[in-house]
């Protein structure tokens, strides 16, 4: 069973950085793509960036430009650095996990079996 714990919400003023973690437990992490989504208040969970297995990244609009994913797999950890930050960024963050091997499910989130807890996000204007 995988679990994934992440890590590094809070509260930002506009402008600031932030970076979330995402670590993982369980199976071979460094085979499965890992995605990052938000879901704010009232709105739907929406995607935010993923890492493949291959290191090929993808970004919703969004957040192109403004955040970085990257990954760590000795670790098994998955990062999402937030740069310039922005109060319509205020979300809860999930980390996902790919439910196949060596597939790049990008933003669609039925793609994915595993899901975080996820970590607050709060950006102050």
């Known amino acids: 069973q995988v679990q994934l714990v992440e890590s590094g919400g809070g509260l930002v003023q506009a402008g600031g950085s932030l970076r979330l973690s995402c670590t993982s437990s369980?199976?071979?992490?460094?085979?499965?793509?890992m995605g990052w989504f938000r879901q704010a208040p009232g709105k739907e969970r929406e995607f935010v960036a993923a890492?493949?297995?291959?290191?090929?990244?993808d970004y919703a609009d969004s957040a192109r430009g403004r955040f970085n994913v990257s990954r760590d797999n000795d670790k098994k950890t998955v990062y999402l650095q937030m740069n310039s930050l922005k109060p319509e960024d205020t979300a809860v963050y999930y980390c996902?996990?790919?439910?196949?091997?060596?597939?790049?499910?990008?933003?669609?989130?039925?793609?994915?079996?595993?899901w975080g807890q996820g970590t607050q996000v709060t950006v102050s204007s």
């Open positions: 890492i493949s297995w291959s290191e090929s990244r």
């Open positions: 369980g199976r071979t992490f460094s085979s499965y793509a």
């Open positions: 996902a996990q790919s439910g196949s091997r060596y597939y790049t499910p990008g933003p669609d989130s039925s793609k994915y079996s595993y």
